[in-house]
């Protein structure tokens, strides 16, 4: 008797971040940044696949755009806290790449102490 399709499971890797809500630029923006790391990047195009994308990876950072952070920040900081990361927002008027990448890897680092 054959199993029924379960959705994939990805292994969690040491440095992941999700990235919700974000345009494409944004994305890739990030995975320019953690490139030299090797870190993963994943997408999370919908808030309402966060949860889901946050357990399967389970995410160092939680990015996305303030609004989308302000909209409900108690449960963002929630979900980060139950993966073993932080919550990185975004202003809506953007970052600089630099900017973008010295912030990440900063929220990379802090995470990384937190989960020791």
Avoid: W
């Avoid at 090797?38 to 946050?54: F, I, N, Q, S, Y």
């Amino acid at each position: 008797m054959a199993e029924p399709d379960e959705p994939t499971q990805e292994t969690p890797d040491a440095f992941t971040v999700l990235v919700i809500a974000c345009p494409s630029a944004v994305v890739n923006a990030c995975q320019n940044a953690v490139l030299a790391i090797g870190a993963k990047v994943h997408h999370a195009e919908l808030v309402r696949d966060a949860a889901t994308a946050a357990a399967r990876v389970r995410p160092l950072v939680l990015v996305m755009p303030r609004s989308i952070y302000d909209f409900d920040a108690q449960e963002f900081d929630h979900l980060a806290r139950d993966v073993g990361g932080v919550v990185m927002t975004l202003p809506d008027e953007g970052l600089t790449k630099s900017a973008l990448k010295n912030q990440l890897l900063g929220c990379m680092r802090d995470a990384s102490r937190i989960r020791g």
